[in-house]
């Protein structure tokens, strides 16, 4: 049996009204799921107008490992916690199988397609065919268990940022750039695919870090960029674009590293952060040093570009 073979994984299945479901799977990708995916649930229903989705799918892998029960503890508390706040839904409810080694291909492979994330970043598959027009860029991306593959309004805002600032910014002649937890690479290689010449990757998880290696080889990029294993407090080299997106908690955590990080006049892209965190992360980021240049919302999602002012300011 090869060590593939003999790997083992949670699969936690959710039920939950459509309104939870980006909460839940924002909540599932802190928690360590190596996999989220998201199914609707339309009531076959007699007559000529089917009755609205009310409720959504949402199944996640997990490792089997010594977190395990620590990670179910944490959900339960979750779901609790969003029924006090959202008492008026459907209380999420959710599943359990063990599976060994599940097919990840053919996962993703379900629920990844072309997308169309700004005027001219489309980001698709590598098994996917597409037929670009007019100045498309396109982003070929082969996920595996890595995050970010544009299907998230977190990541599909970090890279129609990436693309306003590259586009217009034409006073900067050489971007430096610094994407942290960069997943499959993918906002790393749009700043590369937009002209950026000096790209730096880092990710604390080494398949991480393998799969973007993977994924700029594919995109013709590999030599733009240097794909870390480390933590961003190691990094010393100043940058004037700098992309990080995290969590609201990893923020305020990393915030002291990525402010002096930034070049003067250099601009800071900060997503993954919902609503109701806004505010203390406006708090935190804009002192005498940063501004807010722009903000992108989506649903209940936020990012925020900030750009530093200049030495002296």
């Known amino acids: ?99 060994s080694d599940p097919d990840w291909g053919e996962q993703w492979k379900k629920y990844f397609k072309p997308i169309r994330v700004s005027n001219n970043i489309i980001v698709k598959p590598t098994w996917e065919r597409y037929t670009p027009s007019g100045r498309d860029i396109v982003i070929e991306i082969d996920p595996g268990m890595a995050f970010g593959t544009g299907q998230h309004p977190s990541t599909r805002m970090c890279m129609e940022a990436i693309e306003n600032i590259i586009m217009k910014d034409r006073s900067i002649k050489e971007w430096k ?19 950026a010449q000096d790209v730096i990757c880092v990710d604390i998880d080494k398949k991480a870090v393998e799969i973007a290696a993977e994924n700029a080889a594919i995109n013709n990029v590999k030599s733009s960029l240097r794909i870390l294993n480390k933590n961003v407090v190691a990094i010393d080299k100043p940058r004037n674009l700098i992309i990080a997106n995290l969590t609201a908690k990893l923020l305020l955590t990393l915030r002291p590293n990525l402010i002096q990080l930034l070049l003067p006049e250099g601009y800071m892209i900060i997503s993954g952060i919902i609503e109701q965190d806004i505010k203390i992360i406006e708090e935190q980021f804009i002192a005498d040093t940063l501004t807010i240049y722009q903000v992108i919302t989506e649903k209940e999602w936020v990012c925020c570009i900030l750009k530093k002012k200049a030495a002296g300011a």
Request: charged fraction near 25%.
């Open 1 to 99: 049996m090869t060590e593939k073979e003999q790997e083992k994984w949670l699969k936690v299945e959710i039920s939950a009204p459509s309104e939870l479901m980006d909460a839940l799977g924002n909540f599932l990708t802190e928690t360590g799921a190596q996999g989220v995916f998201q199914e609707s649930l339309t009531p076959q229903t007699p007559g000529d107008f089917p009755e609205p989705i009310i409720e959504e799918i949402l199944k996640a892998y997990f490792p089997q490992d010594s977190r395990t029960e620590k990670r179910l503890a944490a959900l339960e508390k979750y779901i609790d916690s969003l029924h006090e706040i959202f008492p008026e839904s459907e209380k999420p409810s959710f599943t359990l199988e063990n599976i």
């Open 177 to 195: 750039v610094l994407d942290v937890g960069c997943g499959t690479g993918i906002l790393g290689i749009t700043a590369a695919k937009m002209g």
